[in-house]
């Protein structure tokens, strides 16, 4: 029988190429979403529940009907910028649906949890390679609220039987290379998607922030890495807690920083049109660089990134963006 494994937020970016990845590698994707954000055609490798995350009661019973064996918790508010704008609502969202996840895991005896926090938890953390003792220092309520839940996990297994693995995932990219998944969002805030919305005439205003850093050519560095690969990641992870691992936390990384600019000259070679930009001030909460270490995840889980070059991210990302925004000029 194959073992099940619920999704929760399984039909949002991540989660469906974690599901498809579970999938691949023979597991039972049970997705769980409210498709606030997510979309139903992305779940194709199992059942999808249609729920909030706050019916902690429709969690317990989808656990218990499905026996399920281990949940990936990615499900939530994820804007950096409007989390400066509105953090209530994130706050709410991120710690409040984590607390209705942990109520319904308890009551149902599941204890294994895969949590997606991010390397925004680091903050305006010291150039160069950040592993994961690095002090925790948020500068967003986003990042605080990865944070606040890391810290609420760890009381909550003080309390309760849980063995948890905390992602901090860096910069996620990319696409499914078969074509299947990718990156779909109403209000699109990722540079990537919006850069590639910019060549298509789609976007009149797209803009990157700040050019004054102390980076390599003053735009902000960030670490990008697969999607693919954090989907691979969440399937080492779920057999690392089946075989009885207890638990810890590692970053999602490669290890290597590209620039904003990078990525913009990246996706002028992959479209042949240069990306329209303009040049605006620092975003408040926006770190100069951030780059994970990422020894630590290859070292006690094995995962290594494989799809992460910069050529393969933005030829995979752009596959799949044009057939979902069809260009708006020649
Ligand atoms: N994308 C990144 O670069 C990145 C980086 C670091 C961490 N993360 C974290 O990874 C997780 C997944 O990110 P993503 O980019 O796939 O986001 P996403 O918005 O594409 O996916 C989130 C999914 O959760 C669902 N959801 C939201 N609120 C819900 C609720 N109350 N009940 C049930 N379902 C709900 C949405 O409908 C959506 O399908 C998030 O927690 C995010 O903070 C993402």
């Known amino acids: 029988m194959k073992i ?4 929760v937020g399984g039909a949002g970016y991540i989660g469906s190429h974690c599901a498809k990845a579970l999938a691949d590698a023979g597991y039972h994707p049970v997705c769980f979403d409210n498709l606030t ?21 429709l969690i317990r019973k989808t656990i218990q009907e499905y026996q399920i064996a281990a949940v990936l918790h990615l499900a939530g508010y994820s804007e950096v910028g409007g989390s400066v ?9 991120n710690v ?4 209705s996840l942990l109520e319904a895991m308890r009551d149902a005896h599941c204890s294994r949890l895969i949590f997606s926090s991010s390397g925004a938890v680091y903050g305006h953390a010291a150039p160069g390679l950040i592993p994961e003792q690095t002090a925790c220092s948020p500068v ?10 890391e810290r609420i996990l760890s009381d909550f297994r003080t309390a309760h039987p849980l063995n948890t693995i905390n992602f901090r995932f860096f910069n996620a990219c990319g696409a499914d290379p078969a074509g299947d998944l990718g990156e779909l969002r109403d209000n699109e805030t990722h540079l990537i998607p919006r850069a590639m919305m910019a060549v298509q005439g789609h976007l009149s205003d797209f803009a990157i922030y700040g050019n004054d850093y102390d980076t390599v050519d003053g735009t902000a560095v960030r670490d990008f890495i697969h999607v693919t690969d954090l989907a691979a990641a969440h399937v080492t992870a779920v057999a690392s807690l089946l075989r009885g691992h207890s638990g810890g936390t590692y970053n999602l990384g490669t290890g290597r920083g590209s620039s904003v600019s990078e990525i913009l000259t990246a996706i002028a ?12 001030a620092r975003r408040a909460g926006d770190p100069p660089s951030l780059i994970a270490d990422p020894s630590l ?11 992460s070059d910069l050529p393969s991210i933005i030829r995979t990302a752009w596959a799949w963006h044009k057939t979902r925004h069809p260009a708006a000029r020649g």
Do not use: Q
Request: charged share 25%; net charge positive; hydrophobic share 40%.
């Open 269 to 280: 070679a992959e479209t042949g049109r240069a990306v329209p930009h303009t040049v605006k």
């Open 297 to 307: 995840s290859k070292r006690e889980l094995g995962f290594t990134a494989r799809h």
């Open 37 to 57: 954000a997510g979309h139903r055609e992305f779940v194709k490798w199992g059942p999808l529940i249609e729920g909030d995350i706050f019916d902690s009661a």
């Open 85 to 93: 704008i509105d953090p209530v609502r994130c706050y709410s969202a």
């Open 4 to 7: 099940p494994v619920l999704v």
């Open 140 to 149: 967003n309520p986003y990042g605080a609220s990865k944070w606040m839940i």
């Open 96 to 99: 409040g649906g984590t607390l």
